[in-house]
């Protein structure tokens, strides 16, 4: 009885894997009865949103019986004031995933291609075979590349590119590795790709980047009508459980987005949360300023156990723990501290952490080393 129904599903959805999030702290406490837990394992943001925000959301006195704004006319003005844009080129989503789905609903179907690169976020496979379409995947750079190791190799990608490929997924940077692409190497390969190809840049950590050689790919959208740029209020903004995220692209392609977005996508408390969030600089300052010390933090303290670790300007570091990383993250949960596998992206070796305050980091380094020396 279990697959009575399996044979009835079309076919992309038949070989699905679901996606798999991060184990909650509340499961945790149920089977292991731990409290005090310490959750790494989501790239949250730990500062959590800005006191502006939740005062916003004590203060606005929602109906909560009336549908929200459908059009969310408040934060896409906001939108398009903050980011240059016009209104017309902004889409809304239930989190960014939500409107990579809608990118894969209105562009990809049976006999028609996505490329994206080996290691890359696991919502891109998912959302292409769900709508029967085939995924295409380049190689990554090798653990040895000189420069970027698991990174993009766009020449790759290119080579991939054929006459029924529609959509190209790009995130920069990349979960889970957090490796990225630098301005020139993006811009080459835009000019490379057949314009009738739509290329989607997942932006997702945009705000935590500091690097020089960063593009800021909104600027690129005059120049090429085939770019969605996505972006979410789920990392540095601290608002994942409200879910909202956004691209920005042609007035065209948003219009298509905008015919199959499910109606009232985005609740009231998502548009006033994000709506408040986007100009409150200070607090993505801090933010970022935390994690870039964070990121130190872990980068010596890999350095100094010779663990090797995944060159990222996210706010997450993936270190390989020379071994099967599973029986290290069963230890750690034990430690009341949780952490993320990622053998589901054939990295069986590895462990994404995601960067938290000075204490919550220095509590993880000290869970970990405790473990890794009971295994040695």
Not at 37 to 63: H, T, W, Y
Not at 268 to 282: G, I, K, M, W, Y
């Amino acid at each position: 009885m279990k697959n009575t129904f399996l044979n009835l599903a079309v076919s992309g959805v038949q070989g699905l894997n679901p996606y798999l999030p991060g184990k909650p702290v509340e499961e945790l406490e149920r089977e292991l009865g731990i409290s005090n837990i310490l959750k790494l394992a989501s790239n949250e943001n730990p500062m959590g949103p800005s006191e502006r925000v939740l005062k916003a959301l004590k203060a606005d006195e929602l109906d909560v019986e009336i549908y929200p704004d459908g059009n969310g006319f408040i934060l896409k003005q906001a939108l398009a004031k903050k980011l240059d844009v016009q209104q017309e080129q902004i889409t809304l989503g239930n989190g960014s995933n939500d409107v990579l789905d809608m990118i894969a609903r209105v562009f990809l179907c049976q006999g028609r291609e996505a490329i994206f690169s080996q290691y890359a976020f696991a919502v891109y496979p998912i959302a292409t075979q769900a709508v029967g379409a085939v995924s295409k995947i380049a190689p990554a750079f090798a653990v040895d590349h000189e420069s970027m190791p698991y990174g993009y190799d766009l020449d790759a990608m290119l080579a991939l590119i054929s006459e029924k490929t529609r959509v190209v997924f790009i995130a920069n940077p990349n979960n889970p590795t957090g490796t990225w692409l630098d301005r020139q190497a993006l811009k080459t390969f835009m000019d490379q790709v057949p314009k009738a190809i739509v290329v989607v840049m997942d932006e997702a950590y945009f705000e935590y980047v500091n690097e020089a050689d960063y593009p800021d790919t909104l600027q690129w959208l005059d120049d090429y009508p085939n770019l969605i740029v996505t972006r979410t209020f789920s990392k540095i903004y601290g608002l994942a459980s409200l879910r909202v995220g956004y691209a920005v692209c042609s007035e065209e392609i948003a219009d298509l987005l905008n015919r199959v977005r499910q109606p009232f996508n985005v609740n009231s408390f998502s548009l006033v949360a994000a709506t408040t969030a986007l100009n409150d600089d200070e607090h993505v300052k801090q933010c970022a300023d935390i994690n870039r010390q964070g990121l130190a933090f872990w980068r010596e303290a890999c350095q100094q156990r010779e663990l090797s670790f995944m060159p990222t300007v996210g706010n997450f570091i993936t270190i390989n723990m020379g071994q099967d990383a599973m029986p290290v993250y069963d230890a750690l949960l034990r430690e009341g501290v949780i952490v993320r596998p990622v053998g589901n992206y054939a990295l069986p070796h590895h462990l994404r952490i995601t960067i938290g305050t000075a204490e919550q980091n220095t509590r993880c380094l000290v869970a970990l080393d405790k473990v890794l020396a009971a295994f040695l």
